[in-house]
Nanobody
Framework: QKHLVESGGGSVQAGGSLRLSCAAS????????MAWFRQAPGKEREGVAS???????LYADSVKDRFTISKDNSKNTLYLQMNSLKPEDTAMYYC????????????????????WGRGTQVTISS
């Protein structure tokens, strides 16, 4: 059974850094568009970043130049390096995957992803 497990969340002060990881089992990263989403209390789940099968990346404007998405195919692990964190980055962060390219349809539409992790909480204090 395919599943995704996130880790690396925590509580840090504004300006700090965190690195999230997402370990995937039972399928090959190479064939999937992978993404990070986040959801703050009372808000919609929003796309943070995606990485396609060829390694190309896309970012939400709110995190561009601060966050970096990457993957290690040999370890079947997806990462999100988050720097210069702000209180507004506080949210539950989810790893997601879909079997078609990130460039087919909107990469940030949650409805286009069929596989999800359970999330890891990120809390940024001012």
């Amino acid at each position: 059974q395919k599943h995704l497990v996130e880790s690396g969340g925590g509580s840090v002060q504004a300006g700090g850094s965190l690195r999230l990881s997402c370990a995937a089992s039972e399928y090959d990263f190479n064939g999937f568009c992978m993404a990070w989403f986040r959801q703050a209390p009372g808000k919609e789940r929003e796309g943070v970043a995606s990485i396609d099968t060829d390694g190309s990346t896309l970012y939400a404007d709110s995190v561009k130049d601060r966050f970096t998405i990457s993957k290690d195919n040999s370890k079947n692990t997806l990462y999100l390096q988050m720097n210069s964190l702000k209180p507004e980055d506080t949210a539950m962060y989810y790893c997601a995957a879909r079997s078609h390219s990130c460039y087919l349809g909107s990469w940030s539409s949650r409805w286009l992803y069929g596989f999800w992790g359970r999330g890891t909480q990120v809390t940024i204090s001012s």
